[in-house]
Each structure stands twice: as C-alpha cells, then as structure tokens.
C-alpha cells in the first residue's frame, strides 16, 4: 500500500501492522516533522497535562486527519479566525498549521488569540505553512498581471492549489481553475492575446503541456 504525499493518522499504521500489509510510505518529509512535532507537544509538554492543539486547516482533509491523528483526535481545527470562539482561552493554547494554508490566513488568527488570551495563558503559535507554496505567491500574482487571461491547472480538491488559485484571480479576475483541458471554454480568449497556464505545486508538467497544446491546436485552427 503506497501512502500519498499528505500523510496518514497513527491508526492506519497500526492496521497496516495488524494485517501484513508493507508500506510504501511517500508522506511529504515537511509534513513527517510536523506529525512528530504535534505528537511531542501533545505527549510530552512540561507541565501541561491536557495540552490544547489548535490546528489552522481544512477540516477533513487528508493531511490534517493525519495531523489531528497525533492527538488521539483531541486536537482542535479552525479553518479562519472566525472560528477563534471555538477556542477554550482558559487552557494554554498551541497552535499549529496545515503546510498549504496561507501565511496571511495564519497571522490573522495568530494576532486574534494574542488579543484575547489572558495573563495567566501560555499561547504558543508555531508557522509551519510549507514555503514551497508561500514564497510562491509573489511570483504567481505577477505571473497572472502579465496576462490577459490565466488558466490553473490542478485537482478540484487541491489545498494549495486552491490557495495559489484564489491569489490569481484576485490580482486578475479572468482566471480559471481547471483540472484538464476538457473543461476549458474557448469563449474565454476572445479578443485577448497572452494566456498564461500554471498550477499547484503538485501539478505535473505533462498536464500542463497537455492544457497547451490544446490551445494551441483549437486557438490557432
């Protein structure tokens, strides 16, 4: 059994172990040490019995049922600073993220607990958003103002995908998230000249090129 780049909860290693089943583990290494990191603060923090974990995620997602897991599922997940409320403020707080979740989503909630937390709580906030999608950022809103219209290629359920796509289309709103190029409507170029196609970072490079030819096959017929 080939375990996916986002990783598993500790149960799915004990079943694999209970049935005989080898595994080829392929868990993303910055996702592994955040796993380990999560475990240690929730078994081994000095003084605090009943740690609580705050994880900034996608409830439901893969990655983060892996990281939830690292708590015997105990640990809480907020997906904006809108659901800080969920927070118990009279507990000491550490609060961790998901590796494709924003920096700016993550600051937000971070300077809202500050705000809130009392004298005699510990908050601990720890970033451990993956820099391979943050430092992305800069580079794509500039990719997507020197086009007229942006096609981004990646998996509907993609998490950073989902993120790098939003900051698209933010800077340009002719931005389309496609996952192949089936989906692509021809009536979005007309009358424009540069298209540009990127992706997730999880995108692969043949997919892309397939999206290209595609235009470039129905564009210039």
């Known amino acids: 059994v080939l375990l996916r780049a986002h990783g598993e909860p500790p149960h799915t290693y004990e079943a694999a172990r209970q049935n005989n089943i080898s595994l080829i583990d392929a868990t993303c290494p910055v996702v592994l040490q955040l796993q380990k990191r999560i475990r240690n603060t929730y078994q081994e923090t000095p003084g605090d019995n009943n740690p609580q974990i705050v994880i900034?995620?996608?409830?439901?997602?893969?990655?983060?049922?892996g990281l939830v897991g690292q708590t015997q599922g105990n640990a809480l997940v907020i997906e904006s600073v809108d659901e800080?409320?969920?927070?118990?403020?009279?507990?000491?707080?550490?609060l961790y993220s998901q590796t494709t979740k924003s920096l700016e989503g993550?600051?937000?909630?971070?300077?809202?607990?500050?705000?809130r937390v009392a004298g005699n709580v510990q908050f601990s906030s720890f970033d451990t958003i993956c820099r391979r999608v943050a430092n992305r950022i800069?580079?794509?809103k500039q990719f997507a103002q020197n086009h007229d219209v942006i096609l981004f290629v990646c998996g509907s359920k993609s998490s950073n995908g989902r993120i790098l796509y939003e900051e698209c289309r933010r800077v340009n709103?002719?931005?389309?998230?496609?996952s192949n190029e089936?989906?692509?409507?021809?009536?979005?170029?007309?009358?424009?000249?540069?298209?540009?196609?990127?992706g997730a970072?999880?995108?692969?490079?043949?997919?892309?090129?397939?999206?290209?030819?595609?235009?470039d096959a129905h564009l210039n017929a």
């Open 56 to 65: 900034y995620g996608k409830k439901g997602h893969a990655e983060v049922n």
């Open 138 to 140: 800069p580079q794509i």
């Open 182 to 198: 089936t989906e692509i409507n021809l009536s979005w170029f007309d009358g424009k000249e540069h298209i540009g196609i990127c």
């Open 84 to 94: 800080v409320d969920k927070i118990d403020f009279s507990r000491n707080i550490y």
């Open 173 to 178: 709103p002719l931005s389309y998230l496609i």
């Open 106 to 115: 993550f600051k937000q909630i971070v300077d809202e607990i500050q705000h």
């Open 201 to 215: 970072t999880s995108t692969p490079m043949w997919l892309m090129n397939q999206v290209k030819d595609y235009l």
